[in-house]
């Protein structure tokens, strides 16, 4: 059974551009959910899709947007790029009910 | 919103030790404590996880306790290996299986 699958892996950009991030979740998976990790703030929670709806949001600035499609795949955007936007970005999918969260390896972002 | 606080940042054990991490919490309404862990590389992989019904919860050399009225959970792993060595982070939620606050994380290392 393949995993999260996110990408890219690894991406550069500059300040005030904009990125597209993507995640693929586990078969059958509706729920998907984002997770920024930086070494000063761990991990913190950024939206949570449930059948193409946003069920819940965490508290970033709306320069941070997501979506999600029929076949559950999920999108991320952040635009007007800041040096404080370069972190591990996490996806991750679920059933959508109680159980365990399963995360992607990630997507690596850089702003120069 | 909930906060959880985790400690130590760092734990040193020598093979065969025991380790123990422990975890505070804020919202009294938190109901779910997964544990994760984290390779270098990786996303965040689940270990245990505890619900607030239950006090103790073990699986071969992992266990996880939880005291509600103190609001802490620890994790403890005994008969240490190398391979254990990583990042391993607490988490609760009082709203949502998705919806995860972590702690800042532990650097799990141990020596042969």
């Known amino acids: 059974k393949a995993g999260v699958t996110q990408t890219p892996r690894y991406l550069i950009k500059t300040r005030g551009q904009q990125v597209t991030l993507s995640c693929s979740p586990i078969?059958?998976?509706?729920?998907v959910s984002w997770y920024q990790q930086t070494p000063g703030q761990g991990l913190q929670f950024l939206f949570e899709?449930?059948?193409?709806?946003?069920?819940n949001k965490g508290n970033f600035p709306g320069r941070f947007s997501g979506r999600q499609f029929s076949n559950s795949r999920s999108e991320m955007n952040v635009s007007t790029l800041e040096l404080g936007d370069s972190a591990l970005y996490l996806c991750?999918?679920?059933?959508?009910?109680?159980?365990?969260?399963?995360f992607g390896e990630g997507s690596r972002l850089t702003v120069l | 919103g909930e906060n959880v606080e985790q400690h130590p940042s760092t734990l040193s054990v020598q093979e065969g030790d025991s380790a123990v991490i422990k975890c505070t919490y804020s919202?009294?309404?938190?109901?779910?404590f997964p544990w994760y862990k984290q390779e270098l590389g990786k996303g965040p992989q689940l270990i245990i996880d505890i619900r607030s019904n239950v006090g103790e919860k073990k699986d071969q050399r992992i266990a996880v306790t939880l005291n509600k009225t103190a609001k802490h959970f620890s994790l403890h792993i005994t008969e240490t290996q190398p391979e254990d060595s990583a990042v391993y982070f607490c988490a609760a939620t009082p709203s949502g299986y998705s919806t995860l606050t972590f702690g800042k994380g532990t650097m799990l290392l141990v020596s042969p």
């Open positions: 991750a999918s679920t059933f959508g009910g109680p159980g365990e969260l399963f």
């Open positions: 078969s059958g998976h509706r729920s």
């Open positions: 899709y449930f059948s193409e709806t946003q069920r």
């Open positions: 919202d009294s309404a938190s109901n779910y």
